[in-house]
T-cell receptor, first 113, second 116 residues
């Protein structure tokens, strides 16, 4: 079955550590997205990528980094520069240059201890 | 600037009752509108979408939404709610971003509780 997988489902990190969240899709979608979700704030865009080897900052990119070396993969690194990283992180993908909907993964909950 | 407002943070309905979740948007051009549903700790699932044409859109799980341009609204409705509909619902508008790129702007969500 086609879809988006995110791993791990739960992630704990000590302050000052970088951590990488995985996102893989087998939908053959060109565009991929990372969102952060906090209670009462909806979803906010962190980074997005329209094609391989290209990505752009979203609305809240500070303290995050991404790479897009393969069409299927769009990992997100939460760096120590992110002041408040505890949140639920959602990855999504969509056919490029389309107004069709974004398909979402199941999410990763990151907790900083 | 584009925005989406969901004025109801939390709604409780009885099972079998009708439901309407409100969504208002701000967007200069013809909007592309979406409703997503999220169960606790899960990703988002698309319920329905509006691009053009008939302003009453049918979706999955018995949901429908009506686009009203004059009111800048895209309210979600269901005639009879089931206990399994308890979840958080997000309205979103598709917008141009950084030139040619499309992105979704989400509302803050409405949490639906269903009473037996």
């Amino acid at each position: 079955d086609g879809g988006i997988t995110q791993s791990p489902k739960y992630l704990f990190r000590k302050e000052g550590q970088n951590v990488t969240l995985s996102c893989e899709q087998n939908l053959n979608h060109d565009a991929m997205y990372w969102y952060r979700q906090d209670p009462g704030q909806g979803l906010r865009l962190i980074y997005y990528s329209q094609i391989v080897n290209d990505f752009q900052k979203g609305d809240i990119a500070e303290g995050y980094s991404v790479s897009r070396e393969k069409k299927e993969s769009f990992p997100l690194t939460v760096t120590s520069a992110q002041k408040n990283p505890t949140a639920f992180y959602l990855c999504a993908s969509r056919v490029r240059s389309s107004w069709d909907e974004q398909f979402f993964g199941p999410g990763t909950r990151l907790t900083v201890l | 600037a584009q925005s989406v407002t969901q004025p109801d943070i939390h709604i409780t309905v009885s099972e079998g009752a009708s439901l309407e979740l409100r969504c208002n948007y701000s967007y200069g051009a013809t909007p592309y509108l979406f409703w997503y549903v999220q169960s606790p700790g899960q990703g988002l699932q698309l319920l329905l979408k509006y691009f053009s044409g008939d302003t009453l859109v049918q979706g999955i799980k018995g949901f429908e939404a009506e686009f009203k341009r004059s009111q800048s609204s895209f309210n979600l409705r269901k005639p009879s709610v089931h206990w399994s509909d308890a979840a958080e619902y997000f309205c979103a508008v598709g917008a141009r971003y950084g030139g040619a790129t499309n992105k979704l702007i989400f509302g803050t969500g409405t949490l639906l509780a269903v009473q037996p």
